[in-house]
Every structure is written in structure tokens, then in C-alpha cells.
């Protein structure tokens, strides 16, 4: 009797319904837990300059993850790391070098491009030394192949050994290939750098353009030019020698070194039938690098479930706590900490605030609440990488991720932004939760970003797990039209990547509260219905979920 009356109880306070549009009391009440002062006051330690922007494997790195484990045990989660612990230990490849300039060589001349002013560039592999030597510089358009969209742009050439140029972004010609103006994976830089190794390459050098990178020269110069980090390679796993960017204006004169021109390869490369060019031109360069170890981690904590039987099944908060450190070249008296107060203090700090809401409910929901504070996103999402290798339950056991990265600092809106609208059941769920705070739901506003592809929830939905991300609108209230999209893009001009995102008094924490609460709401909804979220049919990560919940099947874990 007394497991029945029990029982009952969670069924008030968790009714195990499908309807997305049911908000209990309880969660309510504990929303309202969600305050701007708490936010502030996780910000300011987090991006305060004692952590010196949180670089990975540095000491302000690890005060981070000790303020995150001490709040997680204050909060009365529990440990979800190895041995007890709330850290998830891995270690980082940290490599310092680049050449400082790059020489290309043709019958018709010779030309040296500048680090830092005409290219970026860092070591591909976990090596002493990197080495280019008279490499074949061909252009492979996008450097996509894509079978679904029947595009090939190798086309079985043999790249062995040669560095190859390629195009950002994928192409935008046809709205019927590639997601039109959204950028898909297939857009994303890892993903052409990884490609290039696959097909044996030696170097590869991606064209950087403001609209193709959706973010300026700037943000490439901070972000690939201090030490750069990979997790250990494992086996035999194919590198590059190189991995380089390019400026517009140094690339046009490379292929004007090669008798062609730039704008003609960019229209050839638009269509199925392209195939490689190479450039009768020569890339060589040879640089040191200091290769070492460094130690970081991911910090987990657990909020068990009630349900004797769901409680094996969590959700899954994720918010990266890393960001870029310390500036290595700083003048004297130049601002050279990197402090990362939206991007992403702020995401870290709306995590914690989730998770005291769910420690204010009266009971645990039904499945578990995993709280992942991870590291190394800045680097290629390394930490999310480790963590989904490396989950402490199956993959098909992870209900949904709802990743934060970022918060709204400039006030209320009337809508909400959720980056790939339209991927997975989750949508219906987000929506009507919106509803009720009277706002709606938008697709991604800047669809030409590969948002989606650019932020930890992409490592969980590789693996099939129903992902939502998700920030705040853009139509602001009290605002004229466009203000929002305004604002956005001159925070990305100005303060992106740069040690000028720094907690200011002058940030609007009301609408940040809103989304807070939404992230709650949502979590706590897939936390006490029956039904697992899913993605929706023909979603390219559609295949890997259900190969993840046959997994199980095939374990009788389910």
C-alpha cells in the first residue's frame, strides 16, 4: 500500500503524458528559482580574469572545474565521473607552432604568403615537425562527397600527397542541394580538413570569406593561432601535415601565380560534373612544433530519477566551461585574457541555474538528469567528443541533450530560435512550451552559420541522440525591426573570440531568464514522458539512434 500511495504521488507531480503542452505546478514553482542575480553572480567568477579565459590544461581551466564540482555537491547531485568523482579526466595534445610563411612556386614565379596578415596555419599532425615539400596545390572546389545529393568532388582523383584548396561552406545554387543557404556539416572546416585526410592529402587550405565563414578574419586569427588542441590520435588514423586557412585577397593571387582565376574556379565548382584542377603550382613549408600533454576535464553530475525503471534513462544538459585563454602575443598594457562571458560563462551559468531548478522540485522526475559541464569545445568540441565515446550510460539510454551555449543579454523577445527546426520530435514539445510563455518558435535566423554543426550537441547527435539548441529570438521587444539581428551581428564583429566579451552592467538578463526556464521546462518534460523523443523520419541522424536503441535490444538492456 504505502509503494502504491508513493507511486501515485510522482504520477501528480510527473503525470507520465505525452501532451507537450502540460506544465505541472511543481515545475512552475521551480522555475521561478531562475533568477537574473544568480546567472550574474556564476558569470562573474567564471569569466572574472582569476581564471585567465579558461584555456585548456591551464589553471584557470582547472579552478573552473573545481567551482563547477562544488556547485553540483552543493546543489546535491551526485558524482556521475570515474572513482567517485565529479571530473572526467582525459587528456588533450596541445601543439604550438606555425610557419611563418608559406611559399608557393610556378613556372611563371615564385610567392610567399604571410602568417597571420594573408594565412593562418597549424600543425595535422602530433609531431615535432610538419613538413610540405614541393606538394601539388590542387583546388578541389567544396571538397564534399555526399552520396544522397550525388556530389563527388574528388571524383577518384589521386590526392596523395598533395595539399589541397578548398571552398568554405557548400554550395548554395540550387535550394534543392545541401539545405540551400543553410550550411550542413558537409560546410563545416573539421569537416573538410578530415576529408582531405581521408583521401590521403598532405596539406589543406580552406579560402576564408566573411559570408562563407560567417564570421570575419579576425575570429580565424584568434582562434587558430595560439596552441591548438586534438584529443590523442589513435592508431592509424590519417593526418594532414597541415591545416591552413587563406584570405580571400592572398588566394587570388596564388591562383593568379597559376594563370586561372579565383572567381571562374568558384563558378566551376558549383556543379555535380566539377572535377579536381590541379594548379600547376607547388606548396612548401617546414615548421616546429612543441608537442605535450595536458590534462582537462568534463565535469558530470547526476540528478536520479524516481521511476524504478526510467531512472536508467537521462537526460542529458550539456554547457561548455572552456574558452581561449590568454592571448600569446599581447602588447604591454593590451587586454589579453580572453574572458568568454557569453560564449560561454553564460551557457555554464544557465546549466547550474537548471539544475538548482530541478534540485527546488519536490521530487526527482522520473529519469535521471545528467549535468555535463564539458571542456575543450573551443578546440573542436573535444570534451563532448570524450564524453559521448565515453558516456557512463548507452547511448540509446540518453532520452535527448539540450546543449546552452550562450545566453541573450540584450532583453525580452517574442520568439525563439531553435537551430534545426524541423530535425526531431522535440520541435512539438518546444513549441507549445514557448506557447506558454507567449512567444513563438522560429527556424535558425542565420541558416548560412552551420550553427547546428558548430556546438557540443553535435558529437551526442552523431550518436543518435535527439539534440535540441536552441537561443533567443530575435524580435525584441521594445525594439525596432531588425535591432535584433543587428545587434547580433555587431556582438559577432566585435566581441566574438576577442578579450572584449567580458561580463558588462549594462546586459539585460529578462529575456535570458525566459530561455533559462524554456531549457528547464523542456528537460523536465522528456524527464517524465513515457515516449523517447525522436528524430523525425529521413533525419540524417535517424540511422545511428535506431542502431543505438537495437543496441540494447540486442544487450536485453531495454
Same mark, same amino acid.
Given at each position: 500500500?504505502?509503494?502504491?500511495?508513493?507511486?501515485?504521488?510522482?504520477?501528480?507531480?510527473?503525470?507520465?503524458?505525452?501532451?507537450?503542452?502540460?506544465?505541472?505546478?511543481?515545475?512552475?514553482?521551480?522555475?521561478?528559482?531562475?533568477?537574473?542575480?544568480?546567472?550574474?553572480?556564476?558569470?562573474?567568477?567564471?569569466?572574472?580574469?582569476?581564471?585567465?579565459?579558461?584555456?585548456?590544461?591551464?589553471?584557470?581551466?582547472?579552478?573552473?572545474?573545481?567551482?563547477?564540482?562544488?556547485?553540483?555537491?552543493?546543489?546535491?547531485?551526485?558524482?556521475?565521473?570515474?572513482?567517485?568523482?565529479?571530473?572526467?579526466?582525459?587528456?588533450?595534445?596541445?601543439?604550438?607552432?606555425?610557419?611563418?610563411?608559406?611559399?608557393?612556386?610556378?613556372?611563371?614565379?615564385?610567392?610567399?604568403?604571410?602568417?597571420?596578415?594573408?594565412?593562418?596555419?597549424?600543425?595535422?599532425?602530433?609531431?615535432?615537425?610538419?613538413?610540405?615539400?614541393?606538394?601539388?596545390?590542387?583546388?578541389?572546389?567544396?571538397?564534399?562527397?555526399?552520396?544522397?545529393?550525388?556530389?563527388?568532388? =574528388?571524383?577518384?582523383?589521386?590526392?596523395?600527397?598533395? $595539399?589541397?584548396?578548398? /571552398?568554405?561552406?557548400? @554550395?548554395?545554387? !540550387?535550394? +534543392? #542541394?545541401?539545405?540551400?543557404?543553410?550550411?550542413?556539416?558537409?560546410?563545416?572546416?573539421?569537416?573538410?580538413?578530415?576529408?582531405?585526410?581521408?583521401?590521403?592529402?598532405?596539406?589543406?587550405?580552406?579560402?576564408?570569406?566573411?559570408?562563407?565563414?560567417?564570421?570575419?578574419?579576425?575570429?580565424?586569427?584568434?582562434?587558430?593561432?595560439?596552441?591548438?588542441?586534438?584529443?590523442?590520435?589513435?592508431?592509424?588514423?590519417?593526418?594532414?601535415?597541415?591545416?591552413?586557412?587563406?584570405?580571400?585577397?592572398?588566394?587570388?593571387?596564388?591562383?593568379?601565380?597559376?594563370?586561372?582565376?579565383?572567381?571562374?574556379?568558384?563558378?566551376?565548382?558549383?556543379?555535380?560534373?566539377?572535377?579536381?584542377?590541379?594548379?600547376?603550382?607547388?606548396?612548401?613549408?617546414? =615548421?616546429?612544433?612543441?608537442?605535450?600533454?595536458?590534462? $582537462?576535464?568534463?565535469? /558530470?553530475?547526476?540528478? @536520479?530519477?524516481? !521511476?524504478? +525503471? #526510467?531512472?536508467?534513462?537521462?537526460?542529458?544538459?550539456?554547457?561548455?566551461?572552456?574558452?581561449?585563454?590568454?592571448?600569446?602575443?599581447?602588447?604591454?598594457?593590451?587586454?589579453?585574457?580572453?574572458?568568454?562571458?557569453?560564449?560561454?560563462?553564460?551557457?555554464?551559468?544557465?546549466?547550474?541555474?537548471?539544475?538548482?531548478?530541478?534540485?527546488?522540485?519536490?521530487?526527482?522526475?522520473?529519469?535521471?538528469?545528467?549535468?555535463?559541464?564539458?571542456?575543450?569545445?573551443?578546440?573542436?568540441?573535444?570534451?563532448?567528443?570524450?564524453?559521448?565515446?565515453?558516456?557512463?550510460?548507452?547511448?540509446?539510454?540518453?532520452?535527448?541533450?539540450?546543449?546552452?551555449?550562450?545566453?541573450?543579454?540584450?532583453?525580452?523577445?517574442?520568439?525563439?530560435?531553435?537551430?534545426?527546426?524541423?530535425?526531431?520530435?522535440?520541435?512539438? $514539445?518546444?513549441?507549445? /512550451?514557448?506557447?506558454?510563455?507567449?512567444?513563438?518558435?522560429?527556424?535558425?535566423?542565420?541558416?548560412?552559420?552551420?550553427?547546428?554543426?558548430?556546438?557540443?550537441?553535435?558529437?551526442?547527435?552523431?550518436?543518435?541522440?535527439?539534440?535540441?539548441?536552441?537561443?533567443?529570438?530575435?524580435?525584441?521587444?521594445?525594439?525596432?525591426?531588425?535591432?535584433?539581428?543587428?545587434?547580433?551581428?555587431?556582438?559577432?564583429?566585435?566581441?566574438?573570440?576577442?578579450?572584449?566579451?567580458?561580463?558588462?552592467?549594462?546586459?539585460?538578463?529578462?529575456?535570458?531568464?525566459?530561455?533559462?526556464?524554456?531549457?528547464?521546462?523542456?528537460?523536465?518534460?522528456?524527464?517524465?514522458?513515457?515516449?523517447?523523443?525522436?528524430?523525425?523520419?529521413?533525419?540524417?541522424?535517424?540511422?545511428?539512434?535506431?542502431?543505438?536503441?537495437?543496441?540494447?535490444?540486442?544487450?536485453?538492456?531495454?
Amino acid at each position: 500500500m504505502k509503494r502504491t500511495l508513493v507511486l501515485l504521488s510522482a504520477l501528480v507531480l510527473f503525470p507520465l503524458a505525452a501532451s507537450a503542452q502540460s506544465t505541472t505546478a511543481a515545475e512552475k514553482s521551480a522555475s521561478r528559482t531562475i533568477r537574473p542575480e544568480d546567472l550574474q553572480a556564476h558569470i562573474g567568477f567564471l569569466a572574472s580574469d582569476l581564471l585567465e579565459g579558461r584555456g585548456p590544461g591551464t589553471r584557470g581551466d582547472a579552478l573552473a572545474q573545481q567551482y563547477l564540482a562544488a556547485q553540483f555537491r552543493l546543489l546535491g547531485l551526485q558524482p556521475a565521473g570515474p572513482d567517485g568523482s565529479y571530473l572526467q579526466p582525459f587528456d588533450l595534445v596541445g601543439m604550438t607552432g606555425h610557419p611563418e610563411t608559406l611559399s608557393f612556386t610556378a613556372p611563371q614565379g615564385r610567392l610567399a604568403l604571410r602568417f597571420h596578415e594573408d594565412f593562418i596555419a597549424s600543425s595535422g599532425v602530433q609531431a615535432e615537425e610538419s613538413v610540405l615539400q614541393d606538394s601539388e596545390l590542387v583546388f578541389v572546389g567544396y571538397g564534399i562527397q555526399a552520396p544522397e545529393y550525388e556530389w563527388d568532388d =574528388f571524383k577518384g582523383m589521386d590526392l596523395k600527397g598533395k $595539399t589541397l584548396l578548398i /571552398l568554405n561552406n557548400d @554550395p548554395e545554387d !540550387d535550394p +534543392k #542541394l545541401f539545405g540551400g543557404k543553410a550550411r550542413l556539416w558537409y560546410g563545416r572546416w573539421d569537416y573538410k580538413y578530415e576529408q582531405a585526410a581521408k583521401v590521403g592529402a598532405a596539406g589543406a587550405i580552406i579560402l576564408h570569406t566573411t559570408p562563407s565563414a560567417g564570421y570575419p578574419w579576425q575570429v580565424v586569427q584568434t582562434s587558430w593561432s595560439g596552441e591548438q588542441f586534438e584529443l590523442p590520435a589513435a592508431g592509424a588514423q590519417p593526418r594532414l601535415q597541415m591545416k591552413a586557412w587563406t584570405t580571400d585577397e592572398a588566394t587570388r593571387r596564388v591562383v593568379q601565380l597559376s594563370g586561372r582565376d579565383l572567381d571562374t574556379l568558384r563558378s566551376m565548382a558549383q556543379k555535380r560534373d566539377f572535377r579536381p584542377v590541379p594548379l600547376g603550382v607547388t606548396v612548401s613549408t617546414r =615548421f616546429a612544433n612543441q608537442v605535450r600533454r595536458r590534462p $582537462t576535464a568534463n565535469v /558530470l553530475g547526476l540528478l @536520479p530519477g524516481s !521511476d524504478s +525503471k #526510467l531512472s536508467k534513462e537521462v537526460v542529458l544538459y550539456t554547457a561548455h566551461h572552456d574558452h581561449l585563454g590568454m592571448k600569446a602575443e599581447a602588447k604591454p598594457g593590451e587586454d589579453a585574457i580572453y574572458n568568454g562571458a557569453v560564449d560561454n560563462a553564460s551557457g555554464v551559468a544557465a546549466m547550474l541555474a537548471v539544475a538548482r531548478a530541478f534540485s527546488a522540485l519536490p521530487r526527482p522526475p522520473p529519469r535521471s538528469i545528467l549535468f555535463a559541464a564539458v571542456a575543450a569545445e573551443e578546440q573542436g568540441l573535444l570534451g563532448s567528443q570524450y564524453l559521448a565515446e565515453h558516456l557512463p550510460v548507452p547511448a540509446g539510454r540518453v532520452a535527448a541533450n539540450i546543449n546552452i551555449d550562450g545566453l541573450n543579454i540584450h532583453g525580452r523577445t517574442r520568439d525563439v530560435t531553435v537551430i534545426g527546426l524541423g530535425k526531431s520530435s522535440l520541435d512539438k $514539445t518546444l513549441t507549445a /512550451l514557448a506557447a506558454g510563455q507567449g512567444r513563438i518558435v522560429r527556424g535558425d535566423q542565420l541558416p548560412d552559420r552551420g550553427f547546428f554543426y558548430r556546438s557540443d550537441q553535435f558529437n551526442f547527435a552523431k550518436r543518435g541522440i535527439p539534440s535540441a539548441y536552441f537561443s533567443s529570438g530575435m524580435d525584441f521587444i521594445g525594439r525596432p525591426p531588425g535591432w535584433g539581428k543587428e545587434r547580433r551581428e555587431k556582438w559577432e564583429a566585435e566581441h566574438y573570440h576577442q578579450p572584449s566579451d567580458e561580463l558588462r552592467p549594462d546586459w539585460d538578463y529578462s529575456g535570458a531568464v525566459e530561455d533559462v526556464r524554456l531549457f528547464f521546462l523542456l528537460g523536465s518534460h522528456v524527464a517524465r514522458t513515457r515516449e523517447l523523443p525522436r528524430w523525425n523520419k529521413g533525419d540524417e541522424f535517424e540511422g545511428p539512434r535506431l542502431q543505438a536503441l537495437e543496441a540494447l535490444k540486442s544487450e536485453g538492456a531495454r
